[in-house]
């Protein structure tokens, strides 16, 4: 049974009407104000998803608690053109955010996103094969025209509203004011609160457990062990609460940093037999952190480390050598997404009895591991040059 018919919105529509509407105008002016700008970006893309799922919400409360009718002294084109204008106004606030979403995941650049930096955000599951293709293109023609119908629609709504509002028939726009203000008549009971909200949220929770379920594979169970030096072949042990491996680069000409959670190393190191000594080091790029999601999940995606398909980075350092100023050079050989580089690397060790403390460092570049290589090769958004730092401690095994 549908709630009594009466000539007010109920409580839970009149909000929700307002707030789509202010969502909508914010949207308006943040798509012509966020070029260059990724915080603006995520932010149009955020709250795009949250009109996407407001308006499933809507649907589904409207669907349970019919609006009041139309005026009796509104005359029939005027109701069918007041029908058409929502009915038109529903499709555009879900088909412009699908839209959307169908637009970032079809670009060739594929950022992540990460509504109001927290909630990790799929691209849509059957769009592997279609970036920056003719897909993406139509897209984009249809989002950006689909913008301007809503703004001339919108213009349509209000001015319908308070043509009857001011004109001798009964007024329309009083039914969604919220408060007391204009209400004549209480509105009408509300029923439906668990489908509306209930299945906007659970359909929400499903898409961003996506993400969750295609972390990335877990670390080996021995550590060390798929390198030259085999983890019972070493002669030190790795302190991992004291040692770490960090990063630091510039996005946007200002600095960034972040630490590798997990990794595995296997040393075998004599300073009197450097010919034979040798460092295994297998780095997970899915556990970087940087204290900024977006960048966390970026590293993580397809065109970078792609670390569903690729968990581990595999250094070898090889080649030690004694240097002049009593540290240590050598040639880092890695192998990242089955692409080979090998990149000069010093470090200084000291070694005090059955302990040892190190640091080292190095200078990656994103174009020779192709990462981020799609959409920014020129080092236009994230510079090219990345600084690696490894510092800690090791204990002689005995």
């Known amino acids: 049974m549908h709630a009594p018919s009466s000539n007010r919105y109920t409580v839970v529509a009149i909000l929700l009407h307002w707030a789509i509407a202010g969502l909508i105008l ?4 943040l798509g012509w104000n966020m070029d260059d700008n990724e915080a603006r970006f995520q932010l149009h893309k ?5 009109i996407l799922f407001l308006s499933v919400a809507r649907v589904l409360w409207r669907w349970r608690n019919p609006p009041p009718p139309l005026p009796d002294d509104m005359t029939p084109w005027e109701k069918r053109l007041s029908h058409g204008v929502h009915v038109a106004f529903y499709a555009l606030m879900i088909g412009l955010p699908l839209l959307g979403w169908l637009l970032v995941s079809t670009s060739s650049f594929q950022i992540s996103t990460v509504l109001f930096g927290t909630v990790s955000w799929p691209h849509l599951p059957f769009t592997e094969g279609l970036k920056g293709g003719v897909v993406h293109d139509v897209t984009e023609f249809l989002h950006s025209k689909g913008a301007w119908v809503l703004i001339v629609l919108l213009g349509l709504h209000v001015a319908g509203a308070i043509k009857h509002e001011f004109a001798a028939e009964e007024g329309v726009f009083k039914r969604m004011i919220p408060g007391l203000f204009g209400r004549p008549h209480s509105p009408p009971p509300a029923q439906g609160y668990a489908i509306a909200f209930g299945g906007a949220v659970l359909l929400f929770a499903i898409i961003a457990a996506v993400p969750l379920m295609k972390s990335s594979p877990s670390a080996p169970a021995s550590p060390g062990t798929t390198g030259t030096v085999p983890a019972d072949e070493g002669n030190w042990a790795i302190d991992p609460a004291a040692s770490e491996i960090t990063f630091t680069g510039t ?9 590798f959670g997990r990794w595995d190393a296997s040393v075998l190191f004599d300073a009197e037999d450097l010919d034979s000594s040798a460092i295994e080091v297998e780095v997970y790029p899915g ?4 204290g900024t999601k977006l960048y966390d999940d970026t590293i993580q995606g397809g065109e970078w480390f792609d670390t569903n398909s690729f968990p581990a980075v595999k250094v070898s350092l090889i080649n030690i ?10 040639e880092a050989s890695m192998l990242v997404k089955d692409q080979a580089i090998n990149v ?11 302990t040892a403390t190190f640091d080292g460092r190095t200078t990656l570049s994103r174009k020779a591991l192709n990462l981020g290589q ?15 730092t490894v510092k800690g401690s090791a204990t002689r095994k005995e």
């Open 321 to 330: 050598a004694a240097s002049a100023d009593g540290g240590y050079t050598a």
């Open 344 to 354: 000069p690397f010093d470090f200084n060790l000291t070694i005090e009895g059955d």
């Open 26 to 29: 914010f949207m308006i002016w």
């Open 287 to 290: 556990s970087a952190s940087t």
């Open 374 to 388: 799609q959409s920014d090769p020129g080092g236009d958004w994230v510079d090219d040059s990345v600084e690696v």
């Open 251 to 259: 996005y946007q000409k200002k600095p960034f940093s972040g630490t």
């Open 46 to 50: 955020s709250i795009g998803i949250a």
